[in-house]
């Protein structure tokens, strides 16, 4: 599928690894919308990339679908998601006085990063089936789906038992979800980024930042989001990526702690 002329919808779009594929999407001529909880920052990212921000919770269907119609309006039916919102969060199954962690947290991010994540396909796909298959498009290509995960879906560190289970439940829900939607011409992948510079590690004090980057074979530095932004956006161009789950990561393979 061509970018140029497709709009886009970037989830989580106003910041980090989202906003690096707003971004990307926009410099190769997507008309993107930009949708975030964080509204005025997503205006901010939109009015520099000429895009539409739109204030979205993917975890609630209402929500969504008014993003939805408001990015549709402003520049027609999206063909591509970006799903790259999320949340992180750490806890040890049984703390260190010996209480077990509280199941509402395990519950909050798996809620946001794998059944928000599906709520937001599951209502973009229904519409993007809709839709007229491309004009000149690949075998009746109407879309295109990626996901964001981690490398924390293989690797889990401990104490991300509600992370890694998040992350890994989208990587096994890519190939069944490209089976099932092959049906309708559109396509969905995954990327599972490693160590990246986003604005929430670069808050870490900096030896910190040194030692983890330092950890990774090669080469031995954080990921760029413009990288996770680049490989988001091949994706799209790339007619035969489906059903693919993509490790972006220099090697990395994490520690236990």
Do not use: W
């Amino acid at each position: 599928m061509k970018i140029e002329g497709q709009t886009a919808l970037v989830t989580g779009g106003a910041s980090g690894l989202g906003e690096a594929t707003a971004r990307e999407l926009a410099r190769l001529g997507a008309r993107v919308a930009v949708l975030d909880r964080n509204l005025a920052l997503a205006e901010k990212v939109a009015a520099e990339i000429k895009g539409i921000a739109c204030a979205c919770d993917i975890t609630d269907t209402a929500s969504v679908n008014a993003a939805l119609d408001q990015a549709a309006a402003a520049f027609g039916p999206a063909r591509i998601l970006m799903n790259v919102a999320g949340i992180g969060g750490a806890k040890r199954l049984v703390g260190r006085d010996g209480s077990p962690a509280p199941l509402e947290d395990f519950a909050r991010v798996v809620g946001v990063n794998l059944i928000g994540s599906y709520n937001m396909s599951r209502l973009f796909a229904a519409r993007c089936a809709a839709l007229e298959a491309l004009e000149g498009g690949d075998n009746g290509e109407r879309g295109v789906m990626v996901f964001t995960a981690s490398v924390a879906a293989f690797d889990g560190q401990i104490g991300q038992q509600a992370y890694s289970a998040s992350k890994g439940g989208l990587v096994g829900m890519t190939l069944p979800m490209a089976r099932d939607l092959a049906q309708h011409g559109i396509r969905v992948c995954t990327v599972a980024p490693g160590l990246f510079a986003t604005p929430l590690l670069l808050e870490l004090p900096e030896p910190v930042q040194q030692s983890l980057a330092a950890s990774i074979p090669f080469p031995p530095r954080l990921g760029k989001p413009s990288e996770f932004a680049e490989l988001a956006c091949h994706i799209v161009t790339n007619g035969h990526l489906n059903g693919e789950v993509i490790r972006l990561d220099g090697a990395l393979r994490m520690a236990p702690r």
